[in-house]
Antibody
Framework: QITLKESGPTLVKPTQTLTLTCTFS??????????VGWIRQPPGKALEWLAL???????RYSPSLKSRLTITKDTSKNQVVLTMTNMDPVDTATYYC???????????WGQGTLVTVSS | QSALTQPASVSGSPGQSITISCTGT?????????VSWYQQHPGKAPKLMIY???NRPSGVPDRFSGSKSGNTASLTISGLQAEDEADYYC??????????FGGGTKLTVL
C-alpha cells in the first residue's frame, strides 16, 4: 500500500524559505521509472505542478518557478524534500506530494499541507 | 508553459453523459499520449481517473472514458451519478519534460 504524507510549517513570513518534506511508504525511490512530485493548489484555485524527482536523481522544475525551487531525495529515509525560496503571499496554497510510476501522472497523493504566507 | 484550457463548469442530470474538454498545444496535449484526468472532491486530494489519454486505473468505473484529437483531450462521464459532482483537472506531459495542469472544471450534477 502506497502512502505519502507532507510535513512542514503551516505559516511562513514573506521572503522566508519554505522547506517541505514528503515521507512515503509502500514503494522505493530507487525503482526504475519511479518519481515523486510536488503540486500545489491555492485556495479555490487550480492545481499547479511544481517539481518532480526521479529514481535516478533526475530533476524537473516548473519553468516559472525554477529559480526558486530545489527538490532532493533521501532514499534511505524514504523522503523527498522541496525548498522554495523568497516566499510571497501568492504562494499560499495546499502543497501536495504524489507518487508517479513514470513521471507523467500521479496515481497516489498525500493529504496535502496548507502553507500560509503572511507577516 | 501555459495552463491547459478547460471549461470552468459543466452540468448534467443523473443518468446523462457529459464531456469535459482540455485544450493545449502541439508541445503538450497534441505531442504526447500522456494526458491524465483527476477528480477532486472538496477538501480532498486529487484522484487519478484516466492516464495515457484513455486508460483507467484499477477501481475507476468504466463510466469514465478519455480520448484525444489533435491538441484537445476529452473526458466523458456516462450515466452521471451524484457522487461524480467534483472538480476535474486534466494534465499533460510537455516538450520541456515537465507536466502542466488545466485550469479545472466544476461538474455539477443537477
Amino acid at each position: 500500500q502506497i502512502t505519502l504524507k507532507e510535513s512542514g510549517p503551516t505559516l511562513v513570513k514573506p521572503t522566508q524559505t519554505l522547506t517541505l518534506t514528503c515521507t512515503f511508504s509502500g514503494f522505493s525511490l530507487s525503482t526504475s521509472g519511479v518519481g515523486v512530485g510536488w503540486i500545489r493548489q491555492p485556495p479555490g484555485k487550480a492545481l499547479e505542478w511544481l517539481a518532480l524527482i526521479y529514481w535516478n536523481d533526475d530533476k524537473r522544475y516548473s519553468p516559472s518557478l525554477k529559480s526558486r525551487l530545489t527538490i532532493t531525495k533521501d532514499t534511505s529515509k524514504n523522503q523527498v524534500v522541496l525548498t522554495m525560496t523568497n516566499m510571497d503571499p501568492v504562494d499560499t496554497a495546499t502543497y501536495y506530494c504524489a507518487h508517479s510510476k513514470d513521471g507523467y501522472n500521479f496515481g497516489y497523493w498525500g493529504q496535502g499541507t496548507l502553507v500560509t504566507v503572511s507577516s | 508553459q501555459s495552463a491547459l484550457t478547460q471549461p470552468a463548469s459543466v452540468s448534467g442530470s443523473p443518468g446523462q453523459s457529459i464531456t469535459i474538454s482540455c485544450t493545449g498545444t502541439s508541445s503538450d496535449v497534441g505531442g504526447y499520449n500522456y494526458v491524465s484526468w483527476y477528480q477532486q472532491h472538496p477538501g480532498k486530494a486529487p484522484k487519478l481517473m484516466i492516464y495515457e489519454v484513455s486508460n483507467r486505473p484499477s477501481g475507476v468505473p468504466d463510466r469514465f472514458s478519455g480520448s484525444k484529437s489533435g491538441n484537445t483531450a476529452s473526458l466523458t462521464i456516462s450515466g452521471l451519478q451524484a457522487e461524480d459532482e467534483a472538480d476535474y483537472y486534466c494534465s499533460s506531459y510537455t516538450s520541456s519534460s515537465t507536466v502542466v495542469f488545466g485550469g479545472g472544471t466544476k461538474l455539477t450534477v443537477l
